[in-house]
Each structure stands twice: as structure tokens, then as C-alpha cells.
């Protein structure tokens, strides 16, 4: 008896990952199906301008099988919450900003997001501050940021931690400034609304700013490469003309990423960007989500 309660068990783990691995492939063909519905929408990306990202940086691209193939880092059952760290002080106007950005976030990515307590720029030490010396702006390092301040913190059920500042940003040694960095496998990163605008003179353009590096840094933390296929918002950008360039939308091959690495259905996750879009005001935002959704539910 014993033998063969041993037997039904191990067949019903077999089952089980048989059953498992049919649903991926059908989770697959699906997203693969939605795809193509999409990809009438989006538009190739033309030779680089002068000064753009792509004129100065080699980048390899990923294709979504490049995705799958590559194991990225995603969410998982025991880490599945999106962490929002405030750093530094911010007025009323930018703190709107931070939580409308999360807000958004949470739709984008079709996951529970968390804004934590303030934390202080005194942990901020003056080796990894400068003043940049050609423009005479104060500027933080990144690299201190997501090494010594957010990954000590990084909560256990976190699958991105990601500090908001007011302040300017730059990486280090040959760089200027950046509007956001994040690290591909450490699940941390940090985002700038520095040069988004004036919160409450341009709100809407610094909103619309602002959930694109949100959403582009935090794309990274997912595993997901710089796009060079179409205009999308995963692509690089080198400087505010080129990123405001740039759609709030992926495109079909990095928001397929999105869809498995999440687990967000497709129609769903649009209609609610598209009822924020709405509420915020951003009209052209609104207006390819409601593309998208018409593409996707056409037989």
C-alpha cells in the first residue's frame, strides 16, 4: 500500500508540472497572439539625431524571446511589492508628483506599490555629492544611492526599491547628470524630478516626466534591455529633448515583457492607464491606450 500511495503522489507531481507547463505555453501563444494585434500601432525607430542616446551608445537590444530567454529578475510569490522610498525634503506640489507617480506605477505594472517613510539627504555623505562645475548645481550620486542607502533597506518582500529625490543625479566620473539609474538584478533604483519641470506651474508635463523615468527605471529592474526597435518608453534617452520625445507606452516586444514577467492581462492594464491618463489630463497618453484596447479586442 505504501508503495503505491508512493506511486499516486509522484504521478501527481508529474500531473502537476505537466499541467504547469501547459499553461505557460498557452500564457505564451496568448501574449505572443497580442503581440502582433499591437504591433500596427507602433512606429520604428529612425536614425539616431545628433546628441541622442543611440549616437553615442552601442546597445545590443532585446527582443521579447531574447527576454524569456535571458531569466530575468521578476516578481516572485514571496517578493511581489513595488517600494517607493521619498529622499530628501519636497514641497506640497512635489509630493503630489510622488504619489500620482506611484499611483501610476502600480496600474503600469499591475502590482501593489508602497510609499515608505521619508528618508533624510544626511545619508547622503559629501564624497558622494557635487556641485557640477560647469552648471553650479548640487547633484547626488547614484551609485552611493542604490549601494550604501537603498539596498541595506531593501524589505524582503520588495521586488523594486526605488528612491525619489528631488535632488539632481549624476553616475560618476564622465557623466553630467542622469534622470534615473537602476540595477538590472539587485531589485534597486532612483529616479529624479529635479529636471521634470515646475510641479506646480507645469504639472502635468512634470507628471508626464516623471512616470516615464519611473516607469523606464523601474522597467529595468525587471531585467529589461534599452529598446532599439521602435519609440517606446524603454528606450535610452541623452537629454530632456529626447526623452520628452519618447511615448509613456512600450512598444509590442518590451510591454510583452511586462505582461509575463507581471502576469497583467493585457485589456484590463490598459483601461486602467487610460482611466488615469484621463483623470491627469494627458490626452495623447489616453488616446493610444484606448488604441491599444480597440487592436486588442478585435477578433
Known amino acids: ?38 504591433r500596427p500601432l507602433a512606429t520604428k525607430l529612425g536614425k539616431p539625431r545628433l546628441g541622442d542616446w543611440l549616437a553615442h551608445h552601442k546597445e545590443p537590444g532585446q527582443t521579447f524571446e531574447e527576454y524569456l530567454a535571458s531569466g530575468p529578475t521578476g516578481p516572485t510569490k514571496e517578493r511581489r511589492t513595488i517600494y517607493v522610498q521619498p529622499l530628501g525634503e519636497f514641497t506640497g506640489p512635489q509630493r503630489r508628483i510622488i504619489t500620482l507617480a506611484a499611483d501610476f506605477m502600480g496600474r503600469y505594472f499591475g502590482l501593489p506599490v508602497k510609499v515608505e517613510k521619508d528618508l533624510s539627504l544626511s545619508l547622503i555623505p559629501a564624497s558622494a555629492r557635487r556641485v557640477h562645475p560647469s552648471w553650479g548645481v548640487k547633484q547626488i550620486l547614484t551609485t552611493h544611492v542604490l549601494d550604501e542607502v537603498l539596498k541595506p533597506r531593501l524589505p524582503k518582500d520588495a521586488v523594486a526599491y526605488i528612491a525619489f529625490t528631488a535632488s539632481d543625479l ?14 538590472l538584478s539587485e531589485r534597486v533604483g532612483v529616479w529624479s524630478i529635479f529636471r521634470n519641470g515646475d510641479p506646480e506651474k507645469e504639472a502635468k508635463l512634470c507628471l508626464l516626466r516623471t512616470i516615464k523615468t519611473a516607469t523606464h527605471e523601474t522597467g529595468h529592474m525587471f531585467g529589461m534591455y534599452h529598446c532599439i526597435l521602435y519609440e517606446c518608453n524603454m528606450c535610452g534617452s541623452n537629454s530632456r529633448p529626447e526623452s520628452d520625445r519618447r511615448p509613456l507606452a512600450c512598444c509590442p516586444e518590451c510591454v510583452a515583457k511586462l505582461w509575463w514577467s507581471t502576469g497583467a492581462e493585457p485589456v484590463p492594464r490598459y483601461r486602467s492607464l487610460a482611466e488615469f491618463c484621463k483623470e491627469q489630463g494627458l490626452a495623447l497618453e489616453r488616446e493610444f491606450y484606448e488604441k491599444a484596447i480597440r487592436a486588442l479586442e478585435r477578433p
Open 170 to 183: 549624476w553616475p560618476g566620473e564622465g557623466w553630467n547628470f542622469v534622470f534615473g539609474q537602476a540595477s
Open 1 to 38: 500500500m505504501k508503495a503505491e500511495s508512493g506511486l499516486a503522489f509522484a504521478l501527481a507531481c508529474v500531473l502537476l508540472v505537466v499541467a504547469g507547463a501547459l499553461a505557460a505555453d498557452d500564457r505564451l501563444a496568448s501574449i505572443r497572439a497580442a503581440m502582433e494585434k499591437l
